[in-house]
């Protein structure tokens, strides 16, 4: 059972798109991270939310969590070929843990 | 900037044999972490790691998997028999608070042959 469902998988859209990222769970969690992952390194850290209905912008990123602390999206204005990658969600369940969805493969082509 | 460390980069390694992989958190941070990701497949937790002492394991952390902070510094995973499937990217983390976020390591690549 997929704790976290991260949608899309894959997405592939051209440069100056917009574009949105989805992670939902049935949990609350304490927090929820965004990670970025470059292929054969760890992920690193995008953005942490906290607080319900909490929204974060990171240059063109805006990241929102879900007023129940259940969800939340990522989403790219005007995306560019650097934004390439792998982008993970992680919920921090009650106890530091943080438990991943599956990843969103983002392409943007030039 | 500080940053987790972690070696070997990546190790090839007989089934059946023992692993260590070998990790050094950020200096001031106090709880510690492994992961894993399987080959195209989602970042999975491990263990979480807490004034010596392990805080949460996951069911993949079975009888074959252990962790320990041997000298202050390092933080280590041992795999006692390896098997095929433990072949992935481990990944460790480590945090200063408790709930707080994550810095990971680069990661060890482990392929079990």
């Known amino acids: 059972t997929q704790l976290l469902e991260q949608s899309p998988q894959f997405l592939s859209i051209q440069e100056g798109e917009n574009l949105t990222v989805y992670c939902n769970s049935s949990?609350?969690?304490?927090?929820l991270q965004w990670y970025r992952q470059e292929p054969g390194e760890g992920p690193v850290l995008l953005v942490t939310?906290?607080?319900?209905?909490e929204v974060k912008k990171l240059k063109r990123l805006t990241f929102q969590f879900g007023d129940a602390r259940k969800d939340s999206s990522l989403h790219i204005t005007a995306a560019q070929p650097g934004d390439t990658g792998l982008y993970l969600c992680?919920?921090?369940?009650?106890?530091?843990?943080?438990?991943f969805g599956a990843g969103t493969i983002l392409r943007v082509k030039s | 900037e500080p940053e987790v460390t972690q070696t070997p980069s990546h190790q090839v390694t007989q089934m059946g044999q023992e692993v260590i992989l070998r990790c050094v958190p950020i200096?001031?941070?106090?709880?510690f972490y492994w992961y894993r990701q399987i080959l195209g497949q989602k970042v999975e937790f491990l263990v979480s790691?807490?004034?010596?002492?392990?805080?949460?394991k996951s069911e993949i952390f079975d009888d074959q998997f252990s962790v320990e902070r041997p000298d202050g510094s390092n933080f280590t995973l041992k795999i006692r028999s390896t098997k095929l499937e433990d072949s992935a990217m481990y990944f460790c983390a480590s945090a200063t608070v408790y709930g707080g976020e994550l810095f990971f390591g680069e990661g060890s690549r482990l392929t079990v042959l």
């Open positions: 939310v906290v607080t319900g209905g």
């Open positions: 992680a919920g921090a369940l009650w106890g530091n843990k943080l438990v």
């Open positions: 200096s001031n941070h106090l709880y």
């Open positions: 949990s609350v969690f304490s927090s």
């Open positions: 790691f807490y004034n010596n002492e392990i805080s949460e």
